[in-house]
DNA sequence: CCGTAATATGCAACTATTTGCATATCACAA
DNA sequence: TTGTGATATGCAAATAGTTGCATATTACGG
C-alpha cells in the first residue's frame, strides 16, 4: 500500500492538515496518484495509530481549525526503508480500452464520442501541466535544483498525455474511416 | 466496477474456464487490464450469481475438467448498457513516481538502480507487443478486419511504452549528471 | 438574513482487491 | 515412485478504496 508513503513524502517536505495534503495530491501527485478526501483521513488516523505521523491542532483566523500532522523520526525511519524497496510495476486498470477492445459490439458514433470526450479531458490535463512546466523554466538555477524530482514526475506527466493524445488520433482515424 | 465488463468482453467473443480467461487476461488484456485468478474466479462466480452469465462442466482427455462460462442474454444486454456508458477516466496509482517525487532522499544509485530494473521490464513488454504487431501485419485483410479493435488496444500499449522508455532516457540522464 | 462556496474533518456501509492457503488432475521425466 | 509443472478451481481473512452521509466554521454577495 503506498497511499500512506505518498503522504509521508509529502509530510515530509511540509507539514500538513488532511485538507493541504488533498489540495497537493490534486495539484502536484494527481496525474501519478489519486486519493479522496476520505481515503486521507482514514490513512491519517491509521497512520497516527502507528506512530508515524503525529499532529497538533492549529487555530486559523477566518478558517476553522486544522489538525496539522508531522512526520516522526519512526515515520521517517520507515519511509526510508520503503523508498529501498522496489515498487511493483504499476497496476493499470483502464476502462476505456475495455470497451474498445470490445468496439465491434458498439456503434463506431458512440465509440467517437467518448474519444472526444477522453481527449478533452486528456488536452486539458496536458495544458495545465505545460504551463507548470513553463513556470518552472522560469525558476532560478537553485529553486529549479530543490524541484528536480518533482519536475521529472511532471515530465513523465506530459509525455504520458502527449502518447496518449498521439494514440487517441490513431483511434480517431480508424473510426472515422470505418 | 469494470472486471465484469472485462471477462464480459471477452466470452462475448468466446466461452471459457476462469483458467481460460486468466490466460487471456495475461496475453491479450494484460498491459491495460490485470486480474489475479482469485479476483477472476470471485467474479465469475458472483456474475453466476446475478445471471450474467452460465456454465456447464466440461470433461477434458489430459488435463482436469473445467467450468466453461457462456454469456446469458441478460449478460449480452448488460454488456451493451454498460458499453454505453462514459468510463470514468483511468485511476492511476504509480508508486515509482511516488518515490521519485521523493527522490532527494534517497541516494541517486539506488534510484538508478530501481529506474533500469523497471526500463528491463517495459522494454520485454514493448518488444512482445511489436512482435504481437508484425504478426497482425501478416494477416490478412480479413483477419485484420476482425482484430481491429484489440489492434487499437494493442496500439495502445505500444505507444504508451516507448513514451514510458523515452521518459525513461531523461530520467536517467538527470541522475547521471547529478 | 440567507444562500453559496471554500475550508475542514469525519463515520459507516459497502465493494473490490490482495494475500495466503488449499486441493486435485494429469503428463512427463528422473 | 517421486517430483515438477501446467492445468484447474476455490475459500477465508485482511486490506484498500468507494459511496453516501454528516457536520461545522467563516467569508462574501445579494
Redesign the pocket.
Known sequence: ????HAIMVLLETEAG???????RFKQRLGFFW??????I??????MHKEGLIDYQWEP?????????YIMTAFGHEQLVEWLHQIS?PQ?I?DSFLVKLYGGHLLDKVVLLDELYQHVKQHKKALTIMLAIEREYQQLSQQERNDLAFPFLTLRRGIIGEQAWLAWAQEVEVFLQEK
Do not use: R
Not at 489519486?34 to 481515503?39: G, I, K, M, R, V
Not at 486559523?60 to 496539522?68: A, E, F, I, R, S
Open positions: 500500500m503506498s497511499l500512506k492538515s488532511g485538507y493541504d495534503l488533498l489540495k489519486q486519493a479522496s478526501h476520505q481515503q483521513y482514514q490513512q491519517l488516523k491509521v486559523q483566523l477566518g478558517k476553522p481549525d486544522k489538525k496539522v511493483k497496476k486498470n
